[in-house]
Structure formats: C-alpha cells, structure tokens
C-alpha cells in the first residue's frame, strides 16, 4: 500500500470537477441493517419497491465486487443560484437544471477509473451513480465527508449538502479516512419547514409516501389528495429542507457546464406549464432528469399543484 495513491486519486478527481473525495474500508454496514430493515418494515419505501431488493449486496459492497477493499466516495456539487423566471409560479429542484447528472459523473468517473487502473495500480472494480443498491450516504460519511442529517441527506460542514453522491468500489487497498461528528445539534428547521411532514418529528427518518421528491418522480400513482395545497409549487423535486439548513449558506455556484440550464426553461411563465404539449416536453428536457418523469407525470404534476 503507497500512501501517494490516495493523493493521486484526490488531484485527479479534483482536475475531474468532484469537491470531495474519501476513503473507507470495504466491509459490511451492520448498523444500517438494522435501520434499514425497520424503515422497510414500516412501507417508508412507498412505491420503490426496488429498495426491498438486494437486500444483502445494498448492505455489503464484497457483494458487489469480489474481494473489494475500498469504497472511494465522492461529492459533485450542483449548487446555483440561478433561479426560475419569478412568474413561473411552478417549480423544479435545483437538481434537475441541467443535463442529468448520471451520465456526467459516470463519465467522469470511467475517467478516473482507467486513470487508476493504467497510472497507479492495476484494478478491478466498478462504478456507481444512484444507480445499483449502494447505501451512498451511508459511505460517504464514514469516509469522513459529513454526516447524515435529519432530512436523511449527507452534510458537509464546510459545503452543505447540494451534491450528487457516487463511488468506486475497487480491489485495492488505500489509507482510509474516519467519520466526522453529526452537527445537527438542537435544529428542527428541515423538519419544520416540511409541508407534507415527510421527515419524521425525531429527524434523520423520512417517509417516502409523503415526501414530495418521490410523490413527483418515483411515483407513478396519481398523488393522494390529501397533499393538495401542500406541493409549494413543486412540480418536480424538492429542495425546501435543503433551501432552510443552516449548512447551507456555505454552498458555491458549482462550475459545472452541463449543468447550466436552458435560458427557454428558466424563462417558462405558469401559462407555459399549462400549456406545455409533448414535443415541447422533448425539446427542453431531453438528456435531463425531467425526462425521467416522462410527458404524462409532468403534467400530472402540474395539473395537481395548480
């Protein structure tokens, strides 16, 4: 084991456009089976069933990659301030802007990979964008990158929590880095701010059935009437316990080009929604993640908030 692999691996990623790196040791999460479990027990999955799969290797990265030794996390910031035309009146989480984030980070990604792989030391291994059963949150902050706060997201103290996650799990061994404490302390303001009261009122537990983020992209169902009046608007995502944390005033404009949006999209007034036809749908949102909520959910969405 070289101790300048790991600084290697940084600067390279770094020069990619990731704001954070880290370390851990592979091995199984034991402590979030137990929670795990308990949260699928209780049906806070809601309709991702998908999430009740895999049980074993979402816990276990060995699972996923034989003989892995070392999950390499990172953060890729997607903090802007740009902001919607005022008289949308309708809007879209600040993730969903750009272009979608799975194909930029993973091809950055396949980058650093062979860059491992050719330039440091032979590997074997893989990658992974929100896109196989990896407990994300979970490796990120036990490599030292921030801690899991009450909305169930990561929190990095110098940086807040506006970043995509993803990793590297690989065959070779790297010096790991240790978890930071939980800073949360006393504050309920993601709790709080919550419309639907997705988070649950000792924090760092989040239903799933009443979170707006899943009842507008994951949710294929028409969204329950009892959330009428409590959408602020959101057609697509959400980002109000991230708008209200107090880590957060430490968030950058990220740097990243593919994610710039359409000035068409950030200039669509209500009236636009409403009247939004399909080939339009396909013209602005092709390649982002508004796609994935596909013509029929996006209208469903809006025709539910106004």
Known sequence: MNSNFNKRIIDKAKELGFSEIGFSRAKKLDEDEVWLKKWL?????????????????RLDPTELVPNAKTVISFLYNYYTETSQNENSELTVSKYA????????????????????????????????????????????????????????????????????????????ELYYNSPISNHCGNCTKCIDACPTNAIKPEGYVVDANKCISYLTIENKKEIPVEFE??????????????????????AEEHRESDFIPKEEFLNLTKEDWINLTEDKFEELFF????????????????????
Request: net charge positive.
């Open 41 to 57: 027990d209780k049906g806070y999955n809601a309709g991702m069933e998908y999430m009740n799969n895999h049980f074993d290797k």
């Open 97 to 172: 802007f750009g272009r979608d984030y799975h194909k930029v980070v993973k091809n950055k990604l396949k980058i650093l990979f062979n860059y491992i792989n050719n330039e440091i030391h032979p590997i074997k291994g893989r990658i992974f964008v929100d896109s196989a059963p990896v407990m994300e949150g979970s490796w990120a902050s036990s490599s030292g990158l921030g801690w899991i706060g009450k909305n169930s997201l990561l929190i990095n103290p110098k940086k807040g929590s506006y970043f995509f996650l993803s990793e590297i799990i690989i065959d070779l």
């Open 229 to 250: 009046n409590k959408m602020e608007n959101y057609i697509f995502g959400c980002d109000i316990c991230q708008d209200v944390c107090p880590w957060n005033r430490f």
């Open 287 to 306: 390649g982002t993640p508004i796609a994935r909520a596909k013509f029929g959910g996006l209208k469903r969405n809006i025709e539910f908030t106004i």
